[in-house]
């Protein structure tokens, strides 16, 4: 079960970190889409785009690009922290 306090600094940043940031960070910047803090993240996650790519959903780019998909308990951690207002 996913917990209801889910924030970007302890549970989103982590997972951003380890799974997107080799294509979306300023020190490697090969999408030209930065996630690498929270602003910019939070910008992804509220106009559905960050939840869209990584649930595979229809008419979005499937993330991580080339790589397997994230499992389901970390895509429902990133979705209940969208759905709670991206606390920060």
């Not at 997107?20 to 996650?45: E, P, Q, R, T, W």
């Amino acid at each position: 079960m996913i917990a209801d306090n889910i924030s970007y600094t302890a549970n989103v940043a982590p997972i951003i970190e380890a799974n997107c940031f080799d294509c979306h960070s300023s020190s490697s910047n090969v999408s030209g889409i930065l996630l690498d803090n929270y602003d910019a993240l939070k910008f992804y996650a509220q106009n559905g785009y960050l939840y869209g790519a990584i649930s595979h959903a229809a008419g979005y780019r499937p993330m991580p690009d080339g790589g397997s998909k994230l499992n389901n308990c970390t895509i429902a951690t990133i979705k209940k922290w969208i759905d709670n207002g991206t606390p920060h």
